[in-house]
């Protein structure tokens, strides 16, 4: 049957007086930047500071690994950055369905000679090709968005990550000296991709020795590259070492 107006209302009134300790809300990606904001005022009006949102569940292990690294449990790239990189590599998340805005930026670095790695078990459509109302030229012919698309085995991206970092090791793409002087533990990191075979690589993780050493190749010859993932990295039992997978590729490369 369906719950009536009355009825909600006597839910959320007897919810309501639990005491400020008692009562929490959650907000989702869903919802609008006003309407989160008036359900916090509201909490706060309460005598709750209990504000939750998605990212805080749904990227906790971003927030864990990210901390355990760099000391930040959140992104460290600008809007700013993003648009000087020169190589993007998205990992398990699907913008041209959900983040249109940052379509625009990649349809940019495309057009100004940038590359697109797309890691994402799905052939997203939109992540091949991308028609953007925000730009004439896009809209009418589309824009190319993936430079490559790997399509992992779901689950397996610690497996495809150590590739890339294995195929950066022997084409000589590693920045040592970055490692020397800004980093800590990174003998260890080097030291598993090296003694990982290639066909427990691409056994593990499905891709081809051939199409990983083309990412890694994209990657290691880029001036600035920009690693980003969302929830295909963070919904899984080993989503730390997901991240830390994605970090340490990032940090072998100086970024």
């Known amino acids: 049957d369906r719950i009536t107006w009355d009825e909600i209302y006597v839910i959320a009134q007897a919810a309501f007086q639990q005491p400020p300790e008692r009562v929490a809300s959650y907000s989702s990606g869903r919802s609008s930047n006003e309407a989160a904001y008036l359900l916090q005022l509201m909490m706060r009006a309460l005598g709750s500071n209990n504000l939750a949102d998605c ?18 449990g959140t992104s460290m790239v600008s809007l700013e950055g993003l648009q000087k990189a020169d190589c993007v590599v998205l990992v398990g998340s699907n913008p041209s369905y959900n983040h249109p805005r940052l379509m625009n930026e990649l349809i940019k670095l495309r057009d100004r000679g940038g590359k697109v790695i797309v890691i994402n078990p799905m052939m997203e459509v939109g992540l091949v090709k991308f028609a953007s109302p925000a730009q004439p030229k896009s809209l009418l012919l589309g824009t190319e968005i993936s430079s490559i698309y790997l399509q992992p085995i779901p689950g397996s991206d610690v497996a495809l990550f150590i ?18 002087s800004y980093t800590e533990g990174w003998e260890a990191v080097l030291e598993q991709a090296q003694s990982t075979e290639w066909n427990s690589i691409t056994e593990t993780c499905g891709v081809s020795q051939d199409e990983i050493a083309i990412a890694a190749e994209m990657i290691g010859r880029s001036k600035a590259a920009v690693l980003a993932w969302a929830m295909g990295i963070t919904q899984h039992g080993n989503s730390v070492d997901n991240v830390y997978s994605i970090a340490n590729t990032a940090l072998m490369t100086g970024n």
């Open 55 to 72: 990212s805080d569940l749904c990227h906790a292990p971003s927030t864990t690994a990210l901390k355990a690294m760099f000391g930040t």
């Open 163 to 180: 590739g890339i970092q294995k195929a950066l090791i022997e084409k000589g793409l590693i920045q040592q000296d970055y490692l020397e």
